[in-house]
């Protein structure tokens, strides 16, 4: 089975502060190593992220974290790298926003959602359990949800959870 999964731009921030803090033991780091290494007892992986989230997440380790341009920049091309050797070797994609299709108040959260669907994802990681909210189906409050668009279903589910799934080999809804 290959999981097709969104991490959301707080998982790669959370990982990026603690390699900086020499931790890693945390959700997010096992998460971004699994998907590094592209499987799990879960299952083969494949990450599905945009450039338009992957230069966002430049932007943020730019200005929020203090990290050199040259940092960042080769922070993103290693996850860009990590897409693109994954279970079915896809580059990052271009996702258009701006259509209105996804009614979430961030627009920021919107493209999150919109790349996912266009990558087809089936798990979206995500800090920011609530900023979804809007077009989940809550499974366990604030830990566990599901958004049904565009004839698709995407389990959307808190870092620590997800981490939980990939290191069990299942989903637990």
Known sequence: ???RVVLDLNVF????????????????????DSVGQGVCPL?????????GMLNRLQSVLIRKLGASEERAMDFCSLIAKIAEAGAFAESPTLTLG??????????????????????NA?????RNFKDFLEQMQVIKRGEIGQINA??????????NIAAQWFREGKISL
């Open 150 to 159: 565009s004839g698709q279903q995407i389990i959307v589910a808190q870092p």
């Open 43 to 51: 299952g083969s992986l494949q990450l599905v992220i945009s450039w």
């Open 13 to 32: 921030v959370a990982y990026a502060l603690g390699i900086a803090a020499k931790r890693t033991t945390s959700a997010s780091s096992y998460l971004v």
């Open 98 to 119: 701006g259509a209105g299709v996804i009614a979430l108040k961030d627009e920021e959260d919107a493209h999150v959602l919109e790349t996912a669907i266009a990558g």
């Open 1 to 3: 089975m290959t999981v």
């Open 122 to 126: 089936s798990l979206l990681v995500t």
